[in-house]
């Protein structure tokens, strides 16, 4: 595999993990999972609760990441096989 395609799929991996992180920020709003949280556990300072939440964000996007890129990897070899 030549430098350049082995940077375009490194790119493309980054991109995906952006826009997935961005949709599950998106799909999984901070206030509303505060206020969910609060009301069942308790007070939560600010900076414990982001630390937490920001965390659970990047541990789904990379595990959603990786199984997208495992799917995407997976119909390819299935299509050069056929």
């Known amino acids: 595999m030549k430098p350049s395609t082995s940077v375009v799929i490194w790119l493309s991996e980054l991109a995906l993990l952006c826009l997935v992180y961005s949709l599950l920020c998106i799909t999984m709003p901070d206030i509303y999972l505060y206020d969910i949280y609060t009301d ?10 982001y630390d937490r939440y920001i965390f ?12 997208l890129i495992w799917l995407f990897a997976r119909c390819l070899y299935k299509n050069k096989t056929q």
């Open 56 to 67: 659970t964000l990047s541990v789904l996007s990379l595990l959603l990441t990786t199984f």
């Open 40 to 49: 069942k556990f308790g007070f939560l300072t600010e900076a414990q609760w």
